[in-house]
């Protein structure tokens, strides 16, 4: 039997980096003049890719800036930040261990830098466990386009259908659908858990993160 891959969201997901883009952003405004960002403001961006999100903020605050200087600025200071601190999901390391110890092919895919993720990875110690990465920066579109779990099952040799994703946002469980691919979905807002795109998902763990039990999702995933 083929070990279903399993393929990671990062943000949200396997870490609790939320907060850290959130002060990147307010930091990064604050420095072309807006002084109202607001975490409720940041909460609409939650699952979009980093260059949809100051395109749209581009747009909304009319900002002079280029959307790559924009995004130059926004990783330089979200990487300060990340190397600092940046908590994992106790739940999901111990999902990552489970998966490896079985021997699952896995892989990371995310709307942020590859710059970031790699930065993330190595502070927290999961890129001894997941080696295969794939940032939005590397395919056409981002979520809720398929194309980052395209590609990351492409680099594991894994046909869609055998793939799994791990999602925290709305938009990655509708790429994952879009994908193909089965999904399980965490939500990292819990006012998240009804939204349509949520319905898709082969397992919602509508508790989040502190409803996540990594044996019996274990158990669903090879069922």
Not at 28 to 57: C, M, N, P, Q, S
Not at 130 to 158: H, I, M, N, Q, Y
């Amino acid at each position: 039997m083929t070990l279903p891959a399993v393929i990671f969201d990062l943000d949200g997901t396997l870490v609790d980096s939320e907060p850290n883009y959130f002060e990147a952003g307010r930091r990064l405004l604050a420095e072309h003049g807006v002084d109202d960002f607001t975490w409720e403001r940041h909460r609409r961006f939650i699952g979009i890719g980093t260059k949809e999100t100051l395109e749209a903020l581009r747009e909304e605050y009319a900002l002079s800036a280029s959307v790559q200087e924009l995004l130059d600025g926004k990783n330089r200071l979200y990487l300060e930040l990340a190397r600092g601190a940046t908590e994992v999901f106790p739940r999901m390391r111990a999902f990552v261990e489970l998966l490896a110890k079985a021997g699952h092919p896995m892989a990371v895919a995310s709307g942020s830098s590859r710059e970031a993720i790699r930065a993330v990875l190595a502070g927290t110690g999961l890129d001894a466990l997941l080696t295969t990465v794939v940032s939005a920066e590397e395919v056409e579109r981002g979520k809720p386009a398929p194309d980052v779990f395209l590609e990351a099952a492409a680099r594991l040799d894994a046909d869609p259908a055998d793939c799994v994703v791990v999602e925290d946002a709305p938009p990655g469980a509708e790429a994952a659908h879009r994908a193909g691919m089965r999904c399980v979905a965490v939500p990292y807002l819990a006012v998240q858990a009804d939204d349509p795109a949520f319905a898709t998902a082969g397992l919602l763990v509508r508790g989040g993160q502190s409803a996540f039990d990594a044996r019996a999702v274990m158990e669903w995933l090879t069922a």
